[in-house]
């Protein structure tokens, strides 16, 4: 029988970047806060963890890309909160968020983890955000420290 990887919720010793956009920052503030509160919890020191603000979900790519291309991280977690308007605008900058964190995950073979929140209302957002629905960062912040122990056990074959 071959090899069976998992990974575990351990990035102790390993430094992590946080992108976070200041479009809803009522929101991504607190996405930020379940992020930081999960680490913590986990044994990663706010000292290894760095955080890039951006001004709006459309940024959040190229910063990740920018950090995940610097080699110092072993993650990169990406935080937000899209709000459907009564325009297109929502569904436009929504899918190109979306794939352009998929990309630079892809490119870089970093973990960059997609912690965004896409609502119809302002509801939903607040749901997503630490109430009914927990608290989509501290979710973000869980993938990103099991993707990075699984990563590491690939790597030591």
């Known amino acids: 029988m071959g090899k069976h990887y998992e990974g575990r919720f351990d990035a102790r010793g390993q430094r992590i970047a946080i992108v976070a956009s200041?479009?809803?920052?009522?929101?991504?503030?607190?996405?930020?806060?379940?992020?930081?509160?999960?680490?913590?919890?986990?044994?990663?020191?706010d000292d290894q963890v760095d955080t890039c603000w951006v001004p709006g979900g459309f940024e959040i790519p190229l910063a990740a890309k920018r950090l995940a291309g610097t080699g110092r991280y072993a993650a990169v977690i990406c935080l937000?909160?899209?709000?459907?308007?009564?325009?297109?605008?929502?569904?436009?900058?929504s899918s190109e968020v979306t794939k352009g964190i998929a990309q630079v995950g892809l490119e870089s073979a970093v973990p960059v983890i997609y912690g965004i929140v896409t609502a119809e209302t302002l509801d939903q957002a607040?749901?997503?955000?630490?109430?009914?629905?927990?608290?989509?960062?501290?979710?973000?912040?869980?993938?990103a420290l099991e993707m990075i122990d699984l990563f590491a056990g690939i790597d030591q074959g």
């Open 22 to 45: 200041r479009f809803n920052d009522l929101f991504t503030r607190e996405l930020l806060d379940g992020a930081q509160d999960c680490l913590r919890r986990h044994g990663v020191g």
């Open 80 to 93: 937000g909160c899209l709000i459907q308007g009564d325009t297109p605008h929502f569904h436009l900058v």
């Open 126 to 143: 607040i749901e997503r955000a630490g109430t009914k629905a927990g608290n989509r960062g501290f979710d973000a912040a869980l993938t």
